[in-house]
């Protein structure tokens, strides 16, 4: 009976290995937690249109008159309106030669003494309108029309004169401004009193791409005092 110990141990050594094996608990697999994308946010720069600075921020409006002058000798310059022209006629009793009046229409019709301005490519006539009038006690000098220039997008423009002082530009009810003050761009006095006030236009050509919007009335009234008006 002894050889059969070893086996029955044996056996026993088994079967308690077995159950050992069928109780443990087997690993548990790890948790894998999903993982949203993270939602990146990208700040979009709006580009604001950089305004362009105003060249004269403290221009007066139309009909603002600017003083000049001192003592006895005073006066005050107002620039009253604007207007653009393409082109324009204008007569003259001077205008009497035959060049001259070759220039001013066919030759069938040179005895009208009818004269047609038309600008540059690209551009326009630009009619200034505007007054002095003495304030003071005695004449005061009138600011010269070569010192009064038109100003937009960093240029100035000089005035432009037709004819003589008997100049009469077709639709214009008054008349030049440096014929009402002295000739060619000179200067001239003024009286004291409304009854003087020197009153006229000055003409100008200026592109026809820039807005009123855009446009100045730069004028030395005298040594000291410079005027400056929107025109629009």
């Known amino acids: 009976m002894k050889p059969f110990v070893p086996v029955i141990l044996l056996a026993v050594l088994v079967l308690l290995a077995a159950a050992c094996g069928c109780t443990g608990s087997a690993p548990s697999a790890p948790t894998v937690t999903p993982t949203t994308p993270a939602v990146v946010q990208t ?7 950089t305004p362009t600075p105003d060249p004269f921020p403290g221009a007066s409006a139309l009909n603002t008159p600017v003083a ?3 003592g006895k000798k005073t006066g005050e310059l107002t620039v009253t309106g604007s207007t653009f022209r393409p082109t324009f006629s204008w007569t003259d009793p001077s205008w009497n030669s035959p060049r001259e009046k070759l220039e001013s229409a066919d030759p069938l019709e040179t005895q009208k003494g009818y004269n047609t301005l038309t600008p540059q490519d690209g551009n326009t006539f630009l009619f200034v309108y505007l007054k002095v009038e003495g304030t003071g006690q005695e004449a005061v000098y ?4 070569s010192q009064i220039v038109v100003a937009s997008h960093g240029t100035t423009t000089s005035y432009t004169t037709v004819g003589s002082g008997q ?4 639709g214009e009810s008054g008349r030049q401004y440096d014929f009402q ?5 000179s200067g001239g006095y003024v009286q004291p009193g409304k009854s003087n006030t020197a009153s006229g236009f000055l003409i100008y050509e200026v592109p026809a791409s ?4 855009t446009l100045y009335v730069v ?8 005027g400056v008006w929107r025109l629009a």
């Open 210 to 213: 820039f807005p009123v919007e």
């Open 142 to 145: 009138a600011p010269a029309p």
């Open 167 to 170: 100049t009469i530009v077709d």
């Open 68 to 70: 000049f002058g001192s």
């Open 43 to 49: 700040a979009q720069a709006t580009l604001q249109p």
């Open 219 to 226: 004028a030395n009234a005298d040594a000291t005092t410079r």
């Open 181 to 185: 003050i002295g000739t060619g761009g």
